[in-house]
C-alpha cells in the first residue's frame, strides 16, 4: 500500500481503532473505541508491514471495516491520517490532511503474510 511520505516520517505514535461503525463516507469518522497505540520502533515496524501489503482485486462487500489506524506526530494535535481497513473486501480508506487523492481509496491483500501480521498486531495492540 502507498502511504504519504512526508506523514509517515513525521509519524510518533499510532493509535488502534476497534471500528463498530462506519466512515459511512471516505473521510468520516471511524467509530469505535482505540483499543491500543503503537510508540517507538512498533511504528516504523507497522507502517513498513502497511507499505509492504500487496494490492488485490476488489471484492464488494459494502466497505465494513473492522480495524483502523490513527498516526500522529503529537497525539494532542489532530492526526496526520487515518486508515480504515475492511478485510472482507480488501479495501483501504485513508484520509487526512497528509493524504493527497490518489491515495484515498486502496486495496489490499488481505491473506498476504503482511495484511495477517496487521490484523494480528491490531488485535494485539498495547491496551490504553
Known amino acids: ?6 506523514a509517515v516520517a513525521a509519524t510518533t505514535r499510532i493509535d488502534v481503532v476497534r471500528i463498530t461503525a ?3 463516507h471516505h473521510g468520516g469518522p471511524m467509530t469505535g473505541p482505540v483499543v491500543g497505540h503503537w510508540e517507538g ?17 476488489l471484492t464488494l ?8 489506524l490513527r498516526a500522529y506526530a503529537d497525539p494532542a ?4 491520517y487515518e486508515a480504515a481497513f475492511c478485510y472482507g473486501c480488501d479495501m483501504a480508506w485513508l484520509w487526512g490532511p497528509q493524504v493527497p487523492e490518489p491515495l484515498h481509496r486502496q486495496t489490499f491483500a488481505s ?4 495484511a495477517l501480521f496487521l490484523r494480528m498486531r491490531m488485535r494485539a495492540a ?3
Not at 520502533?41 to 482485486?57: C, F, N, Q
Not at 494535535?77 to 496526520?80: A, N, R, V, Y
Open 1 to 6: 500500500m502507498l502511504l504519504p511520505a512526508e
Open 22 to 24: 462506519g466512515p459511512e
Open 41 to 57: 520502533p512498533a511504528v516504523t515496524e507497522m507502517l513498513t508491514a502497511v507499505r509492504k501489503m500487496p494490492g488485490a482485486d
Open 61 to 68: 462487500c459494502g466497505f465494513a471495516p473492522g480495524w483502523g
Open 77 to 80: 494535535e489532530p492526526p496526520l
Open 111 to 114: 491473506d498476504s503474510p503482511y
Open 126 to 128: 498495547v491496551p490504553q
